[in-house]
């Protein structure tokens, strides 16, 4: 019987170099056990000094009120909501690699589920921020929980997908955080037993919840992570598409479409994958752990890349012809004459050629696989697909049905900007302190995988299988 009956020699090993399971413990823990580099502290104080001046920008919008982001009556969501929903599709990629690549038992997201998971988590604290200071009077922001009625008639319109994004988020957030948690919990309890101090012992012992490795809490880890693969798997899908009805509930040229729920969760993967790129392209290079971020975990996603590129792609276009052959003079003028021209124009043009036509290059397996090219992609994608989220909100509501509410042009003010620096700050700031207690590629699953797709063991496993070819042959030729 063949010995590689799981494992094709056709796909390149997913750990390279000649590591043992304990070398893959040491490689992975040596930057949480050490002192981290000189990169590691230039990019934290960047990230807190991003942070402080969101803060700052916070406290002028809630003192002043909103009039200190230059929205005006008829752009009321400006780059506030754009910001918001470009996060939340951020968040997406975490989930769709862990969950719904576990559920397929992709051997490649182990390299960089962890990392991929944790973003999640910071993508949605970020986005979480921009609809609660976008109220306004933010110490009422509790009227939007549909708690039971001690407040007379008022009660949250429950008709309304502003509400259901609360929920979505909420509920999204909750179950990433699970994952996540639970599946850092052995990797925890290896950093337990390897610590010297009294209280990174006591800390790493609390955080591990007693784990032990036995063949129980195996089974049980198991099967919990099955379980929640099977509930984040929908949720994917579910919560790009209620903010989509943010959108397309409305009737707003440009807004008014069928088309934004399958369109909107394309593009949601589409910028999580590139920003996963972003941050494991840093992480490898910062914490040396190119042996398990390998070329070919870079390629894989760069395929995630080319094909979730191409269904927006797609998406566009499909926008474009049905403005056209719908023969609304509305829809017709929003797509026509305020995006693909107009002042806006550019905006339009920008997340064309980031979003449609740079990511056709990863075609080219020799660009797929460059580590400078990837990087610089990963950052192209994201810019593009700010900008779509930027070229629905304003450009359709800058120019509506009423000329009379037509507003002039509208360009945020140093305080949104701000604001948006200052979500950046806590991304970072939480993912540089993550990478630095905790391990950013999951030590287990590493090890999980090392015997049947490691380098060495591959290389093994082909001479064991050349070896038996050659006895077969012989055995059956000796006569």
Known sequence: MSLTKYESF??????????????VTEDIVYTIETK???????????????????????????????????LGKTVG???????????????????????ILLLFRQGWRTGVNRAAEAMTIFAVMAAGQFPIWHMGRVWLAFFVMPYPNTRGPLWPNFNSPLLWDVFAIS????????FWYSGLIPDVATLRDRAKTKFRKLFYGIASFGWTGSTKHWQRHESLSLVLAGLCTPLVLSVHTIVSFDFATSIVP?????????????????????MVQTLMLITRRVMNLQD?????????????????????????????????????????????????????GWSYWIMMTCNVV?????????????????????????????????????????????????????????????????????FFTCYFLF?????????????????????????????????????????????
């Open 36 to 70: 981290p580099t000189r990169l590691w502290y230039i990019g934290l104080y960047i990230s807190v000094a991003l942070l402080l001046f969101g803060v700052y920008s916070i406290y002028r919008e809630v003192t002043y009120g909103v009039g200190q982001w230059n």
């Open 171 to 178: 509920t999204y957030f909750t179950l990433s955080l699970l």
């Open 292 to 344: 398990y971020i390998t070329i070919g975990h870079i390629e894989a996603m760069n395929k995630v890349i080319v094909l979730t590129g191409s269904i927006v792609g797609c998406a566009y276009l499909t926008e474009l012809f049905m403005a056209w052959y719908g023969a609304n003079v509305y829809e017709y003028d929003a797509f026509f004459k305020y995006r693909l021209a107009g002042p806006y």
């Open 254 to 274: 440009g807004w008014h479409t069928t088309i934004f729920p399958p369109y909107f969760v394309a593009g949601a993967v589409f910028s999580g994958f590139a």
């Open 435 to 479: 990478s630095k207690y905790f391990p950013v590629i999951a030590i287990w699953e590493i090890k999980h995988v090392l015997k049947t797709s490691g380098e060495n063991y591959k290389a093994k496993m082909e001479d064991i299988e050349k070896l038996s070819a050659e006895e077969f042959y012989a055995k059956t030729h000796h006569h």
């Open 358 to 426: 740079s990511p056709q290059l990863f075609w080219f397996k020799k660009l797929r696989r460059n580590i400078e090219f990837t990087f610089i992609m990963s950052v192209v994608v994201n810019v593009g697909m700010w900008f779509e989220r930027f070229v629905i909100i304003v450009t359709s509501i800058f120019r509506d049905y009423l000329p009379s509410s037509w507003s002039l042009y509208y360009r945020p003010s140093i305080y949104e900007i701000g604001f948006y620096l200052g979500t950046f700050g806590l």
């Open 10 to 23: 056709v796909r390149e090993p997913l750990v390279d170099g000649d590591k043992t399971y304990n070398k």
């Open 77 to 99: 969501w400006g780059w506030d909501i754009t910001n918001f929903v470009w996060w939340i599709g951020i968040g997406h990629a975490g989930t769709l690699i862990s969950a």
